[in-house]
């Protein structure tokens, strides 16, 4: 039985993203291992998980494996976690399997059986998450991770603003570029008389 390509790319970019020499660098400060490590590791996952679900319809199973993606997510942006994971081997371990299986491959399970607003609440949530969890970074007086610098973390801080941004402006965009090709072309409709 041959191996699916999009299967082995998924879990081609974790094992880039993880192992030597791209892995130390990325942990190596805060941004790159929050804002670059966690989204490839999730990024392989989610294609996986995608692939898996392009032939089955389980349109109930949506939120579910959004919800176990997001509470993953937010475990593993706990500092005492990040911390952890650099400490100890088997908590890294976990640590990328975990974003791999139970955020990733359930993003992307999720995200395909999802509706088109149960996807909008997902990236508004996570816009509204990262902006809060950004500002606390920045105006923190003291650093949460003791594996960092208090400078790593206000970076990491306008990063997750950043990406917010990013993610509203994903949002937004589509909305309303869509809203003005209706403006632009109305439909063939009979005028009604006006009464």
């Known amino acids: 039985m041959r191996t ?24 190596s400060r805060l941004p790159s291992h ?53 400490a100890d081997p088997a908590t890294y371990a976990t640590k990328v399997a975990s974003l791999a299986c139970l955020a990733g491959l359930a993003l992307g399970w999720g995200w395909t059986q999802a509706g088109a607003v149960l996807r909008g609440f997902l990236v508004a949530n996570t816009a509204a998450m990262l902006a809060v969890m950004g500002w606390l970074m920045i105006m923190a007086p003291s650093r949460f991770c003791n594996a960092y610098l208090l400078l790593d973390q206000r970076l990491l801080g306008q990063g997750l603003v ?8 994903a949002l937004l965009v589509p909305a309303l570029i869509g809203r003005a090709c209706h403006a632009e072309s109305p439909p063939d409709r009979a005028r009604q008389p006006a009464e």
Request: net charge neutral; hydrophobic share 65%; aromatic share 8%.
């Open 34 to 86: 929050i804002l670059g490590q966690y989204p490839f590791i999730v990024a392989g996952g989610a294609l996986i998980g995608a692939r898996i679900a392009r032939d089955r319809t389980a349109p109930w199973s949506g939120a579910p494996a959004l919800l176990a993606a997001v509470l993953t997510l937010a475990f593993w942006l706990l500092p005492r976690w990040i911390d952890a994971s650099l």
């Open 162 to 169: 950043i990406a917010a941004g990013a993610l509203v402006a």
């Open 4 to 27: 699916d390509a999009i299967v082995l790319a998924g879990a081609a970019l974790v094992a880039l993203v993880v192992l030597p020499p791209l892995g130390p660098l990325l942990e």
